[in-house]
């Protein structure tokens, strides 16, 4: 639900939210297209077919001002087409959940949307706590970075999974009886060689110590450790050399 104010009334209101920590008089802020989006309208934290949880989105020029966290908020700003990554601030009227449920995600998600700029959080305490916290629950999002080549890390796991896939797979037997055998850990070893040879003929930059970094990483594993086509073998279910046959899949052992 979309409904527009004056800008004088919506400033004024506004203004009691400490969005316009430079304007001095309503007036300044005259200029600039506002508008109020009730993104969602329910009390309280069950959710419904037909309503969404508490929040609303104060609209200022380009940027985005968001009242209030109830579940599924960012998802609400997606649909009435309000571009996550404009969010420059939020607040919190009071700390029940049905008005708390998405204040992390929606900082999380406006991220992973684009943003990059200041987001100034208000509310009653323990605010700084909450953000505290749900910063360290999500850190391993947060502290991920983008590899320059992703090819390279993923060239470097499939020189230890296709061999470990395969063998295990025809085996039908764990990494730990197959590496009992030091004629089949060194055709394992090969495997791997070869697989890291297509990389390099990729243009994959592999360390000369390749096959010895994933012996050490392999000689490591419990010895019951199976492959996910093992288990899909074990179990019945179907599994990717089936769709992999003909002039895509030439099977070499």
Same mark, same amino acid.
């Given at each position: 639900m979309t409904f527009n104010r004056s800008r004088r009334e919506l400033c004024t209101a506004a203004a009691a939210f400490g969005l316009f920590p430079a304007f001095g008089a309503a007036s300044a802020a005259d200029t600039l297209p506002m508008k109020m989006v009730l993104l969602g309208t329910a009390g309280g934290p069950r959710p419904r077919k037909t309503r969404s949880a508490p929040a609303q989105a104060i609209l200022?020029? %380009?940027?985005?001002?968001?009242?209030?966290? #109830?579940?599924?908020?960012?998802? @609400?700003?997606?649909?009435? %087409?309000?571009?996550?990554?404009?969010?420059? #601030?939020?607040?919190?009227?009071? @700390?029940?959940?049905d008005h708390t449920a998405d204040y992390g995600n929606l900082l999380l998600l406006a991220w992973t949307a684009g943003l990059r700029t200041r987001v100034d959080c208000r509310g009653p305490r323990p605010l700084e706590k909450m953000t505290k916290l749900f910063f360290q629950m999500n850190a391993a999002d947060i502290h991920a970075e983008a590899v320059p080549d992703a090819r390279h890390t993923v060239w470097e796991k499939f020189t230890y999974l296709a061999p470990f896939a395969a063998f295990t797979g025809a085996a039908r037997l764990p990494i730990g009886p197959l590496w009992s055998d030091d004629y089949i850990k060194n055709m394992f070893l090969d495997a791997v060689v070869e697989v890291a040879n297509v990389a390099r003929a990729h243009g994959i930059k592999l360390p000369d110590d390749h096959r010895d970094r994933v012996h050490e990483y392999a000689i490591k594993l419990p010895a019951s450790t199976r492959s996910s086509l093992l288990i899909d073998l074990q179990q019945g279910k179907r599994i990717e050399v089936e769709a992999l046959q003909g002039k895509q899949f030439i099977p070499r052992l």
């Open positions: 200022v020029g %380009d940027r985005t001002y968001v009242v209030d966290y #109830g579940d599924g908020v960012a998802r @609400q700003m997606v649909l009435a %087409d309000i571009p996550l990554d404009s969010l420059r #601030g939020v607040f919190i009227t009071h @700390q029940h959940s």
